[in-house]
């Protein structure tokens, strides 16, 4: 239970708990699969694939024949995926290796489908990362990707509901000015979904689609469910480890990059904190509920079919 590797020095590991497994309704996904005619597709790239998620929910919709090729750049990542996928005894439909997303080690042409699940909001330049995932992808293949926009999550979340104006919108300006920081950063940017399909129109990408994930996270004491218990176990968590969206010490770079003075952080990181612990301890009381709604957009689009040659 919980997050294995959680304080694990990498990217996105306070990310990487119990809660992932429970991001997707499958009957959901299968209704993706009739979209996205996953019954066509044989070979899979799942980009920035962290310890193999995202591969795995595809993986139960995708023909049984159907092989996915996860990478990475971090190698620990690599390693856990591949670890768990031999736990699983299928270490040969799912394969791992080390890799950036912005030059895949991929001919091109190579994929029925390349896809990624927040790791577009985590690139310096998102349509660099896009441009290469087209390349390897085939004529006529598919490049889907699930990414969202995080900033709704604040204004979505139930505590926030409750609390005085002024606080949801601090709360809200600091994250604003946190994303916008971090993407001047060049670490990306936490609501990216919002602005994928005008970049792959600009990469030449056709039939366009938009969806979203009809996955809430419901809370509703007792919490008695894995999958709650997960959840509110992750809430408490943050808030005992005072860990808001990002570490304290990446939520100031982030606050400054984005045009935050620095005099003002104390203030802000002490609001975020007492919010957070309000949750918690609301938790503790069995009187928190939320019914757990986030925005991911699943956008998805084709790379144009290889000309015939003829006339
Ligand atoms: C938020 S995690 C998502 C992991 C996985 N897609 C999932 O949904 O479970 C982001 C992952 O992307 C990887 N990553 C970030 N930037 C990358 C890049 N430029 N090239 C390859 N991997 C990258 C990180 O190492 C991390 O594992």
């Known amino acids: ?3 294995e590797f959680v304080e694990h020095p990498s990217h996105s590991a306070e990310y990487f708990g119990d809660t992932r497994d429970n991001w997707w309704n499958p009957d959901y996904v299968a209704l993706l699969a009739r979209r996205w005619r996953l019954d066509q597709v044989r070979e899979v790239l799942d980009v920035g694939c962290g310890v193999g998620h995202w591969g795995r929910v595809l993986g139960g919709v995708l023909p049984g024949e159907a092989r996915i090729t996860g990478v990475d750049r971090d190698p620990f990542w690599v390693a856990k995926a591949a670890e768990r996928a031999a736990a699983r005894g299928e270490a040969e439909r799912f394969r791992y290796q ?89 670490e990306g940017h936490n609501s990216i979904g919002e602005l994928l399909p005008a970049l792959f129109a600009e990469r030449g990408l056709t039939d366009i689609q938009v969806h979203l994930n009809d996955k809430a996270s419901l809370v509703l004491p007792p919490y008695t469910s894995a999958e709650q218990r ?27 990059a984005g045009g935050g003075e620095e005099r003002s952080f104390e203030g802000a990181w002490a609001a975020a904190m007492a919010a957070s612990r309000r949750r918690a301890e ?16 699943l956008v998805s689009g084709r790379k144009a079919a290889a000309s015939s040659g003829g006339a």
């Open 98 to 186: 080390v890799g950036v997303a912005e030059q895949l080690p991929f001919e091109r042409d190579r994929f029925d489908l390349v896809t990624c699940q927040t790791v577009l909001i985590h690139a310096a330049d998102p349509g660099v990362m896009l441009a290469d995932m087209i390349r390897v992808v085939k004529p006529g293949g598919l490049v889907a990707v699930a990414e969202p926009n995080n900033v709704a999550d604040t204004l979505l979340n139930a505590a926030m509901v409750h609390a005085p104006v002024d606080q949801v919108l601090a709360l809200v300006h600091m994250q604003l000015l946190c994303e916008r920081g971090k993407a001047a950063l060049g």
């Open 282 to 297: 609301a938790i503790a009381e069995g009187t928190y509920s939320s019914a757990g709604g986030a925005i991911t957009y």
């Open 230 to 256: 997960a959840t509110v176990e992750e809430i408490s968590d943050f808030a005992r480890r005072e860990f808001w969206i990002w570490s304290r010490a990446d939520t100031l770079r982030y606050f400054i």
């Open 1 to 3: 239970m919980g997050n």
